[in-house]
């Protein structure tokens, strides 16, 4: 199961809000997939870490499923 939970701490630590992303060119669909635990491209996950400045590991952890 993928979890974006990284990424919502990360911004918290970047005092980055989801408003702030979409004005640095990430759109609300891509932020609703990532709301919803939802797949992303690898090219959307190498735009939000541009944008934050952090690793792949910064913004997505993957779990076992339950």
């Given at each position: 199961?993928?979890?974006?939970?990284?990424?919502?701490?990360?911004?918290?630590?970047?005092?980055?809000?989801?408003?702030?992303?979409?004005?640095?060119?990430?759109d609300?669909?891509?932020?609703?997939?990532?709301?919803?635990?939802?797949?992303i491209?690898?090219?959307?996950?190498?735009?939000?870490?541009?944008?934050?400045?952090?690793?792949?590991?910064?913004?997505?952890k993957?779990?076992?499923?339950?």
């Open positions: 199961m993928i979890s974006y939970e990284p990424l919502w701490e990360t911004m918290r630590q970047k005092n980055i809000s989801q408003y702030k992303l979409m004005q640095m060119g990430i609300n669909r891509m932020l609703d997939a990532l709301r919803h635990n939802k797949n491209t690898m090219l959307s996950l190498e735009k939000i870490c541009d944008v934050l400045e952090c690793s792949a590991s910064d913004v997505v993957f779990e076992k499923d339950k």
